[in-house]
């Protein structure tokens, strides 16, 4: 079957850089996303990695190696407003379905 | 306005009844999908179609229906509610040129008695 492992919780200092790690099993794997959810809100998509590497959109970058069915969501200079949760997100064969890991839950201290 | 709406935001009803959750989009996506979201368990997939004739199962399909009205509306039904369908329901869509990119609706809160 498939499965997505990510850290339930991740604290870190407002201006600093976070690593929010994911390992997946999973079969006719596409591609990894990652989304952001804050309390209340709704998902929203941040990235997409279909192929092996970095990604990177202004502040937030994610990476995948296929290879060790691993990829991260690195965040920089933190803000106040990236307290959320994070989660990550499989694409399985053509029927497009997406699978979400458990989330993590990133607290910021300033 | 928002792209992707759901009615009602908030519901709460009683064990037995049957409800139904809407979800209407104006992205023009063909493929929908509704998702059920508890604490610490991220979110699980229910049913999502690919078009007006498509419709499949999911991950939690059990105790849960759908209709896929037109391209632009997909509903989710409780035949008869049970207090373990209480959580947050999230419809979403997307292109299927970037289908691991969806676009959520806002939810619905839904709480059985």
Same mark, same amino acid.
């Given at each position: 079957?498939?499965?997505?492992?990510?850290?339930?919780?991740?604290?870190?200092?407002?201006?600093?850089?976070?690593?929010?790690?994911?390992?997946?099993?999973? &079969?006719?794997? =596409?591609? %990894?996303?990652?989304?952001? /959810?804050?309390?209340?809100? !709704?998902?929203? @998509?941040?990235?997409?990695?279909?192929?092996?590497?970095?990604?990177?959109?202004?502040?937030?970058?994610?990476?995948?190696?296929?290879?060790? &069915?691993?990829? =991260?969501? %690195?965040?920089?200079?933190? /803000?106040?407003?990236?307290? !959320?949760?994070? @989660?990550?997100?499989?694409?399985?064969?053509?029927?497009?379905?997406?699978?979400?890991?458990?989330?993590?839950?990133?607290?910021?201290?300033? | 306005?928002?792209?992707?709406?759901?009615?009602?935001?908030?519901?709460?009803?009683?064990?037995?009844?049957?409800?139904?959750?809407?979800?209407?989009?104006?992205?023009?996506?063909?493929?929908?999908?509704?998702?059920?979201?508890?604490?610490?368990?991220?979110?699980?997939?229910?049913?999502?179609?690919?078009?007006?004739?498509?419709?499949?199962?999911?991950?939690?399909?059990?105790?849960?229906?759908?209709?896929?009205?037109?391209?632009?509306?997909?509903?989710?039904?409780?035949?008869?509610?049970?207090?373990?369908?209480?959580?947050?329901?999230?419809?979403?869509?997307?292109?299927?040129?970037?289908?691991?990119?969806?676009?959520?609706?806002?939810?619905?809160?839904?709480?059985?008695?």
């Amino acid at each position: 079957g498939q499965s997505l492992e990510q850290p339930s919780e991740v604290t870190a200092v407002e201006g600093a850089i976070v690593q929010i790690n994911c390992t997946y099993q999973t &079969s006719g794997f =596409y591609g %990894l996303s990652w989304y952001q /959810q804050h309390d209340g809100g !709704a998902p929203t @998509f941040l990235s997409y990695n279909a192929l092996d590497g970095l990604e990177e959109t202004g502040r937030f970058s994610s990476f995948l190696s296929r290879s060790d &069915s691993y990829g =991260y969501l %690195l965040l920089q200079e933190l /803000q106040m407003k990236d307290s !959320a949760s994070y @989660f990550c997100a499989v694409r399985e064969g053509s029927a497009s379905k997406i699978i979400f890991g458990s989330g993590t839950r990133l607290s910021i201290r300033p | 306005d928002a792209d992707v709406t759901q009615t009602p935001r908030n519901r709460i009803t009683k064990t037995g009844k049957r409800i139904m959750l809407e979800c209407s989009q104006t992205k023009g996506h063909d493929r929908m999908y509704w998702y059920r979201q508890d604490p610490g368990l991220g979110l699980r997939l229910i049913y999502y179609s690919f078009d007006v004739k498509d419709i499949n199962k999911g991950e939690i399909s059990d105790g849960y229906s759908v209709s896929r009205q037109a391209q632009a509306k997909f509903s989710l039904s409780l035949e008869s509610a049970i207090p373990n369908q209480t959580a947050l329901y999230f419809c979403a869509t997307s292109d299927p040129r970037r289908a691991s990119e969806q676009y959520f609706g806002p939810g619905t809160r839904l709480t059985v008695t």
